[in-house]
């Protein structure tokens, strides 16, 4: 069983800030990344960012590097909070984020924490909108 809730989301201007947040829980299922993923109106899902659970690896879209930032926190051993801090936002950052969770890569302690797909998560929330107006 897993269980992700997305929340942060809102309006805000461009230049402004926001965090999302995603609890993520799980008791039976192999998850070793959580990723933040985003579509906007008309346009495929792509991926923001990922997490690597084991190994606090990340990486990042080249459209949000130095401006995103992910991060983990273990509440406990099957329960999570993925965090997605976002600066400097513009326009183009509107889309509605979703946070993913799954195996990934094969490995528990992948050599090279790449940005995965989506269609490599078996997981999903249910998304929580981000709307910047400039």
């Known amino acids: 069983q897993v269980t992700l809730v997305e929340s942060g989301g809102g309006s805000v201007q461009a230049g402004g800030s926001l965090r999302l947040s995603c609890a993520f829980s799980?008791?039976?299922?192999?998850?070793?990344?959580i990723g933040w993923f985003r579509q906007a109106p008309g346009q495929e899902r792509e991926g923001v960012a990922v997490i690597y659970t084991h190994t606090a690896s990340t990486n990042y879209a080249d459209s949000v590097k130095g401006r995103f930032t992910i991060s983990q926190d273990n509440v406990s051993q099957d329960k999570s909070m993925v965090y997605l801090q976002m600066d400097n936002l513009n326009a183009e950052d509107t889309a509605m984020y979703y946070c993913a969770a799954g195996f990934v890569g094969g490995s528990w302690f992948p050599s090279v924490p790449r940005l995965p797909n989506p269609n490599e998560y078996k997981y999903w929330g249910q998304g929580t909108q981000v709307t910047v107006s400039s």
């Open positions: 799980q008791t039976t299922a192999n998850i070793n990344s």
